[in-house]
Every structure is written in structure tokens, then in C-alpha cells.
């Protein structure tokens, strides 16, 4: 990166770190920080000062209650350590072992769809399924398209994206927007037409995305019809 | 199996956390312990409620102990993951309420009503001690600065919205952001040298 390519975006190092970055531009920011070992370094830089800030605020003793709360969910929710989870054959006929995956997964992930036509306007509908390792996948769905985001989406090791993919009549196909999660693991892309589509998948694919999932999906969602 | 509570107190926060991707409650219950603190004061800082804070301090530990495999230690420490998680949290929360504007306590009156925590180990005395020197390097700060990092960081405000809340051009906003924060990180630097 030169330092006038660097320039442009050297303003925007802080206000990133900050989350003051509108999603658009953090978006686009992270596109040039996978290039930009200068504002890389700036974040390392500035780091543990974004870290003392909420140090900062004045200390409160939570209420007792609150602890008591938590461990007894937390003790309801325990459970002998998972077994490992068998590895899956993408690599020979993915799109049946995609179809395998759906049916597999898509019957454990619940979901719950709640209408939001008030706010939305024009009948828009939501779907959540939380899936069994934490991440979150939101369909927001608007006329013929939907913008699907995910929560608690860890962190991709370098030259990974995210890529999602939706079974139309029992065909997987690619989403063409490629996308990546933020920092705070949250992540979106947009789906242009959601007609006739069934099941929304995300998988961790190469940089440049591929045409056929290649890995385990992270999420999976079933779309009533 | 459950490790017990005096083996979990012994073992570091990047160690607890395998035991609490496994589910371990007792694992769970001292990093709560450990950091519960100061992640409900930093969610009462942001919502300004008790009883919201209250709220997503539990949410975010909760999804903490569902999602406690995803820590990485190469990105951090568990208390910034931690703390990163309950700040989204509360945002959110301020977000999801139409109309409730952030508490934006400058002066932080506030925190005349706050209790001391109660100085368990001498990790938290260094810690309180440490934020003790951050309130000062915040305090250390031009107000414009140090008023832009705060609508920021505790009041979940975009670069966009604070210039027009401040009434000023975003590039303005986003220099005084990086200048506040170099200002922070060079005091820190000094601390250190």
C-alpha cells in the first residue's frame, strides 16, 4: 500500500477501533486492512488504549442476585463434554453432502419468525435460528429479497470468507455477495431473490469465493415457504 | 467433568476458558467472579439502569458460556473479549429502545450514587489502580476529544451521528477520535517507560 492509498484511510483507523464507522465503511475499511499493514499497525498501536476504556468507568458491585441468576441458567444448560463432531466429506459431491448437511442440521436448529410489517413497511418478516455453537442467523426478509445476518461469528484466518448459499428446488446455489465478520463477530450479506428458496447455509470458502461449498457450514437455516 | 473450585481459582482466565467451551460451571463461575464486576459497571455506564444493566450483563455472559470455544487468545485477552461482548450488548440494548437516547454523563454525576466494589485480590487493586490512571489519561484529554471517544464508546454513536449531534464536519470528528486515542496510548507508553 502507498502512502497515498494509505493516506485516504488513515483517519478512519480510530474511528473504526471506536465502532464509529457507519457498517458500509467498516466493511469496506476491513477490505483495506487485509492489504494495509500500516493502519495494521496503527490498530496494534492503539489497541490497548480502546482497551482501557472500559476500565475506566467507575466500579458498581453487580447485586448477588444477578450471579445467582446466571449459575443456576448456566448450571441448567451444563452437560458432559460433546462428543467430537465426525468430519464431513465436502470434498466428493459437495452438493449432496450439502443436502445431507441441511437435513441434518436444519432439524436441530430451531427457528422463530416474528412479523415486523409495522417498522419495516411493506410486510417484511423475520427468522432467527440459533444454532448449537452460538452464532446467531437472522433472515430479514423484504418483498422478493432478504438480508441475512449473523451474530458471534468467529473470527476468519487470512485469505477466508464467508460466502452463503441458498437451495432453490434442490439446487445450491452461491450467493454472490461475499462477505466477512466485523470485529465483534457480527457479519451480513444481502440475498437478492429468496423465491422458491427452501434452506440458507454459510460457509468459511477462499478469498474470490467458490462455486460449491468446499467446508462445514457454520450456519443453516430452514425457510418456511 | 467439573473441575473444583480451587483448581478453577488457580488456573488463568486463557485457561478457564477451554473449561468453559466444555461447560463447565465451576470454570464459568470463577471468571464470573473475576470480571462480573467490572463488566456490570461498564453496562451501567453505557445504559445508565440498574436494572438494564443487570440485563445485559447476564445476556452477555450467557452468551459467553454458549460461545466460549470462540475465544481466541492470539486477538486478546478473555477480559477485553469479555468486556468487548458486554459493550455490544449494552449498545444494542440502547439501540433496541426507540426513543432512549444514551446516557451521555459527562459530568457523571453518577457516580456520586455509585458503591465502591468491594477489593477482593490484588489483581483488582492493580486493575483499579490502572483505571485509575485511565480516568486520569481520559481526564488528561482535550474535552473535544475526549467527548467524541465517549459518544463513541459508551454511547454507541456513528462518527456521522456525533458530528451532527457536535455540529461539526465527520472529518473533524474521526481526527479528534485518532488524536484522542494516540493522546490515551502515549500516556500509557509514558506509564510504562
Not at chain 1, 12 to 39: I, S, T
Request: contains cysteine; glycine residues 12%.
Amino acid at each position: 500500500m502507498n502512502a497515498s492509498g494509505h493516506a485516504r484511510w488513515s483517519e478512519d483507523v480510530a474511528a473504526y477501533m471506536l465502532g464509529a464507522l457507519e457498517p458500509g465503511e467498516a466493511a469496506e475499511f476491513e477490505r483495506h486492512l487485509g492489504g494495509c499493514e500500516r493502519c495494521r499497525a496503527e490498530g496494534r498501536w492503539l489497541e490497548p488504549a480502546l482497551q482501557t476504556l472500559p476500565e475506566s468507568v467507575e466500579r458498581l458491585e453487580p447485586p448477588p442476585r444477578l450471579r445467582e441468576s446466571l449459575m443456576a441458567e448456566v448450571r441448567a444448560d451444563a452437560r458432559p463434554a460433546k462428543e467430537p463432531r465426525r468430519g464431513w466429506s465436502w470434498g466428493w459431491k459437495p452438493a449432496l453432502a450439502f443436502a445431507l448437511v441441511i437435513l441434518a442440521v436444519a432439524g436441530v436448529a430451531g427457528y422463530e419468525i416474528g412479523k415486523g410489517g409495522e417498522e419495516g413497511g411493506g410486510g417484511a418478516s423475520t427468522i432467527v435460528s440459533r444454532q448449537a455453537d452460538g452464532i446467531t442467523l437472522k433472515m430479514v426478509r423484504e418483498g422478493n429479497g432478504g438480508t441475512l445476518q449473523l451474530v458471534n461469528v468467529h473470527q476468519l484466518p487470512p485469505k477466508k470468507v464467508l460466502e452463503a448459499w441458498v437451495r432453490r428446488e434442490g439446487k445450491v446455489e452461491p450467493v454472490p455477495a461475499l462477505f466477512v465478520p466485523d470485529r465483534d463477530g457480527r457479519a451480513e450479506t444481502t440475498i437478492a431473490d429468496m423465491s422458491g428458496v427452501d434452506t440458507v447455509m454459510v460457509t468459511e470458502e477462499p478469498q474470490g469465493g467458490s462455486k460449491q461449498p468446499t467446508g462445514e457450514p457454520i450456519a443453516t437455516m430452514s425457510v418456511p415457504g | 467433568m467439573t473441575v473444583r473450585r480451587e483448581k478453577a481459582e488457580r488456573l488463568a482466565d486463557e485457561e478457564l476458558m477451554p473449561l468453559v467451551g466444555r461447560k463447565d460451571p465451576e470454570a464459568f463461575a470463577v471468571l464470573y467472579d473475576r470480571h462480573g464486576g467490572v463488566a456490570y459497571s461498564l453496562a451501567y455506564r453505557i445504559v445508565g439502569d440498574r436494572a438494564a444493566a443487570e440485563e445485559v450483563t447476564q445476556e452477555a455472559f450467557i452468551s459467553v458460556w454458549r460461545s466460549g470455544a470462540r475465544f481466541d487468545a492470539a486477538r486478546g485477552s478473555v477480559r477485553s473479549w469479555l468486556l468487548s461482548v458486554v459493550r455490544n450488548r449494552a449498545i444494542d440494548f440502547l439501540r433496541s429502545k426507540a426513543g432512549k437516547a444514551p446516557k451521555l454523563d459527562f459530568d457523571d454525576d453518577s457516580a456520586l450514587e455509585q458503591r465502591p466494589a468491594a477489593e477482593r485480590t490484588e489483581e483488582e487493586a492493580l486493575r483499579r489502580e490502572t483505571a485509575s490512571e485511565v480516568r486520569g489519561a481520559l481526564g488528561k484529554l482535550p474535552g473535544e476529544q475526549s467527548k467524541v471517544i465517549e459518544l463513541a464508546y459508551f454511547g454507541g454513536f456513528s462518527h456521522s451521528e456525533i458530528a451532527e449531534i457536535l455540529g461539526l464536519p465527520m472529518g473533524t470528528v474521526k481526527g479528534r477520535m485518532r488524536l484522542g486515542l494516540e493522546k490515551i496510548r502515549g500516556e500509557l507508553a509514558e506509564g510504562l517507560a
